[in-house]
C-alpha cells in the first residue's frame, strides 16, 4: 500500500507543481473562469424548467410520493424495524458472517471466497453500510448547504427541506434494495453494485438490454462527475473556507496547501478500499453527528423560549414567505427541497453504491437500513442547523434573500455557506469556530472518502477493474480536493449540484421498471423473519 501511495503522490506531483503557480497567479479567478462556462452549461441542461420549475425536481418529489404510497408509508411502518436491522436482531435470519479466520483471506482489503455461499457474500455489516452511505449524505449540505437555503429561502426552506427528508426515506429504501439484488460480486468476492448494475442487470431481465446499457453508462459519467464535485471539491471547498477563517489565513495559495493536505490525508484513506472505508466511518460518522447535534441542541435549548417561534415561522412562512427574491412559496419550496435532495441524495442512486457491499442475503433488508439516512441526514441534521440559524437571525442580524446569490451581510461582512452557520455558532459557544471548523472538517473528509468508493465504483464500471484504472481515478480524484480547496464556492456548487441532479434521470429508469420486485423482495425478507419467530 506504501508504494500504491508513493506513486500517487509522484503521479500527482507534476499537477500540484502547475497548480501552485496558478495559485500563486490567483488561483480563485481562473478557476472560476475555467469552471462557470461548464458549469453553466449543465445547469442549463439538468434543471430545465416546466412552468417555471425545474423537471428534475418535479421527478423526485412525484416519484418519492409515489414509492411511499405504492409501499404504504414505508418511512413511518418500518421505521423501527429498520432500527432493529442496524441493531442485528434479525442476523440469525440472514446467516451470513465467514466461517474461521477471515483475515487470511483479505487480499488488498477485501475478503476472498465469499460469494460461493450466498449466505456469505458481502464485505461489510449493515452498520458499516449505513455509516458509510451516511457519510456520503451528512456532509456540508448540512452546514453550508442548508445555510444556503435559509439564507435565499428564508425559514420557510426547513419545511420543505423536511418535507423532502420524509418523501426521500421510501425512494431510498427502494433503491437500495435493487443495489443489492443486483450487485456483482467478483471472483475474489469484491463486490460492485449500484444503479449501474441494476441498470444493466435489470433491465435485461425485463427485454431491455440496451436501453439498461445506456442508461448505466450515462449514469456512471454522472456519478464520476458527482464525486469530483458534490462528493469532493464542493467538501474541501467549505472545509477550506473555515480553515482559512479560523488560522486567518487570505492568500489563495494557503487554499492549494490546505488542499494538499486534505489530499494526502483522504489518499491514505481511500487506497485501502471498502473495508478501510467503512472501518473509518463507523467511527467517525456517529461521533461527528453526535457531537454536532449535541452543539445545536445547547444552542436551541439555550434559547427554549424562542424555540416555538422558530417552529411558527419554519411552518407559516413555508406559505407565506418573507425572503425577498425566492419567488413566492413555489421558489421557497425549490429551495429548500433542491438544498434537501442534494444533502440526502436520495433519488440520485449513489448510497445504493455503498449499501451493496452488504452482508446479506436479503436485499430488501438493507434498503430498510437506506431508509434511515434521509432521516438522520435531512429530517435530524437538517432541520437542526436551520434552527439554530433562524435562532441567530432572531434579532435581525442579516436580512433573508440577501441579494440572491445566497450570501448575506452580517456587520458590514458578506457571509456565504458554512460562514453563515459558523457566526451563528459563535454567538452562543464560545470558541465554536474551532469546533465547527472540526466539524465542516470531519464531514468534509468523510463525504469524500465515501464518494471516493462511489466514483471508483462508476470508473470501473466504464473502464474495467484493473489496478491502473484505479490509480487513474484516484488521481483524479485527489487532484479535483485540491481544485476545490482553491476555488471559489459558487462555480463549485453549481457544477456540483448540476452532476448530482443528473444522476436522478438515468437512475429513475431503474427504479420505474424494477420497483416490482423490491416489493417480492420485501414479501421474502419479511417471511423469513416470520418463519425464525416461530
Not at 54 to 76: E, K
Not at 329 to 358: D, M, P, Q, T, W
Request: proline letters at 2%; one cysteine or more; hydrophobic letters at 50%.
Amino acid at each position: 500500500m506504501k508504494r500504491i501511495l508513493l506513486s500517487i503522490l509522484a503521479l500527482t506531483l507534476p499537477f500540484l507543481t502547475v497548480a501552485q503557480e496558478t495559485a500563486e497567479k490567483g488561483l480563485d479567478q481562473i478557476i472560476d473562469e475555467g469552471f462557470k462556462p461548464v458549469s453553466d452549461f449543465f445547469s442549463s441542461v439538468i434543471f430545465f424548467t416546466i412552468g417555471g420549475t425545474p423537471f428534475v425536481l418535479i421527478l423526485l418529489v412525484l416519484s418519492a410520493l409515489f414509492f411511499t404510497i405504492y409501499f404504504g408509508f414505508p418511512n413511518i411502518r418500518y421505521f423501527a424495524k429498520a432500527i432493529n436491522v442496524v441493531r442485528g436482531k434479525y442476523d440469525d435470519v440472514e446467516g451470513h458472517g465467514i466461517e474461521g479466520n477471515p483475515e487470511v483471506n483479505i487480499v488488498e482489503g477485501d475478503i476472498k471466497d465469499t460469494i460461493r455461499d450466498e449466505s456469505k457474500e458481502g464485505e461489510v455489516s449493515h452498520f458499516q453500510a449505513l455509516a458509510t452511505a451516511v457519510s456520503g449524505t451528512v456532509g456540508n449540505g448540512n452546514i453550508a448547504g442548508v445555510a444556503l437555503a435559509i439564507a435565499l429561502g428564508g425559514p420557510g426552506a426547513t419545511f420543505w427541506m423536511i418535507i423532502c427528508g420524509l418523501l426521500g426515506m421510501s425512494t431510498k429504501f427502494v433503491e437500495c434494495t435493487l443495489g443489492v439484488q443486483y450487485r456483482d460480486v467478483g471472483e475474489d468476492g469484491t463486490v460492485y453494485g449500484g444503479p449501474m448494475y441494476y441498470l444493466s442487470k435489470g433491465l435485461k431481465e425485463k427485454g431491455f438490454v440496451w436501453l439498461g446499457k445506456i442508461a448505466a453508462v450515462i449514469f456512471a459519467i454522472f456519478c464520476i462527475g458527482g464525486s469530483f464535485g458534490g462528493g469532493n471539491a464542493a467538501q474541501s471547498n467549505q472545509a477550506t473556507v473555515v480553515l482559512k477563517e479560523l488560522l486567518g489565513l487570505e492568500s489563495t495559495a494557503a487554499g492549494f496547501w490546505i488542499g494538499i493536505i486534505l489530499a494526502i490525508l483522504v489518499g491514505i484513506i481511500i487506497i485501502g478500499g471498502i473495508k478501510r472505508i467503512a472501518s473509518v466511518t463507523e467511527k467517525v460518522v456517529p461521533f461527528m453527528a453526535l457531537l454536532y447535534i449535541i452543539a445545536c441542541l445547547y444552542i436551541i435549548f439555550s434559547n427554549f423560549s424562542f424555540i416555538d417561534d422558530a417552529i411558527g415561522m419554519i411552518i407559516t412562512e413555508a406559505f407565506n414567505p418573507k425572503a425577498i427574491g425566492v419567488g413566492g412559496v413555489i421558489g421557497v419550496l425549490l429551495v429548500g427541497f433542491k438544498r434537501a435532495a442534494f444533502s440526502n441524495e436520495a433519488g440520485a442512486g449513489s448510497a445504493s453504491i455503498a449499501h451493496s457491499a452488504v452482508k446479506t442475503k436479503y436485499s430488501a433488508s438493507e434498503g430498510l437500513v437506506a431508509l434511515l439516512e434521509p432521516f438522520i441526514d435531512t429530517v435530524v441534521i437538517c432541520t437542526m442547523t436551520a434552527l439554530v440559524i433562524i435562532i441567530f437571525n432572531s434579532e435581525g442580524a442579516f436580512a433573508y434573500g440577501g441579494d440572491g446569490s445566497g450570501a448575506v451581510i452580517i456587520d458590514g461582512v458578506s457571509y456565504e455557506g458554512a460562514g453563515i452557520t459558523q457566526k451563528a455558532f459563535a454567538k452562543y459557544i464560545p470558541f465554536s469556530n474551532v469546533f465547527l471548523t472540526i466539524a465542516v472538517v470531519l464531514f468534509a473528509v468523510s463525504t469524500m472518502i465515501s464518494w471516493s468508493y462511489y466514483g471508483l465504483q462508476s470508473w470501473k464500471f466504464l473502464f474495467g477493474r484493473g489496478k491502473k484504472a484505479d490509480l487513474v481515478y484516484k488521481l483524479l480524484f485527489l487532484t479535483f480536493v485540491v481544485i476545490g480547496a482553491a476555488a471559489s464556492m459558487k462555480s463549485i456548487w453549481d457544477f456540483s449540484d448540476a452532476m448530482i441532479f443528473a444522476m436522478v434521470f438515468p437512475n429513475m429508469i431503474g427504479l420505474y421498471f424494477l420497483f416490482p420486485v423490491v416489493k417480492k423482495q420485501l414479501a421474502r425478507y419479511f417471511a423469513a423473519i416470520k418463519a425464525s419467530q416461530k
